[in-house]
């Protein structure tokens, strides 16, 4: 499924999860070295490639689990009802069906109740560079939450492990860059433009530009 999609889904099993107690695990899987890949067999290989390793993922994965597609090389699996032993055994299925002789490093974490949701996919995407930076065609599950407060973040990422923004994180960018369109049409409608009143030329100075969506 789409980025969207998939981050819709998992919203909604943290909602129920909330309410029933069950578990909820996510999952990120980021193939190893795959540009060198694309560079030395050209981007249609790789394509058949993702296209071949995702079919294969899904034979493996439970009746309920959702993987979705989050940026080029990168994809997520949420896995309901299902502790971070319990997902462990079902990425290991995936890391090993992964096809042409490539492999994947892939990063677990569990909910845990009161936890926020950019908290819980940061430490995902924690486990995810722990996997990389151990040598990478594994599966590393992370540790566990001391309180619902995120621990403050590494700057520095491998080129090939996953990059994009957490959910909330994105959901803010697309509302502040939403709300400064909106804005921007509306100051359009409301003044008109003037006509000149005389010959002054009036020299313009650029404002500091101020970053829409700007990580935080």
């Known amino acids: 499924v789409t980025r969207r999609a998939w981050e819709t889904t998992l919203e909604r099993e943290l909602v ?30 790789g394509d058949d490639v993702l296209r071949r390793s995702v079919a294969a ?11 979705g597609r989050i940026d080029g090389d990168g994809f997520g699996v949420a896995l309901p009802a299902c502790t971070a032993e319990g997902a462990h055994e079902v990425v290991e299925r995936l890391r090993v069906a992964t096809t042409d002789l490539q492999t994947c490093s892939i990063g677990l974490a569990q909910w845990k109740k009161g936890e926020s949701t950019k908290h819980f996919i ?46 909330l994180e994105q959901a803010a960018a697309n ?21 000149a009143q005389d010959d002054t030329t009036v020299e313009e100075t650029p404002s500091a530009a101020s970053p829409v969506g700007a990580r935080e």
């Open 175 to 195: 509302s502040r860059s939403l709300i400064a369109e909106l804005h921007a049409v509306a100051e359009a409608s409301a003044t008109p433009k003037e006509e």
């Open 16 to 45: 129920r999860a909330a309410r029933t107690g069950e578990a909820v695990t996510v999952g990120f899987l980021d193939f190893d070295g795959f540009q060198k890949f694309n560079d030395r067999f050209g981007g249609d290989a």
């Open 57 to 67: 993922w899904r034979r493996e994965l439970r009746a309920g689990d959702l993987l």
């Open 122 to 167: 940061n430490r995902a995407l924690a486990a995810l560079k722990a996997a990389k930076h151990q040598g990478r065609d594994r599966t590393v599950i992370a540790v566990e939450p001391v309180s619902a407060e995120p621990a403050a973040a590494d700057s520095t990422v491998d080129d090939d492990v996953l990059e994009s923004p957490t959910l």
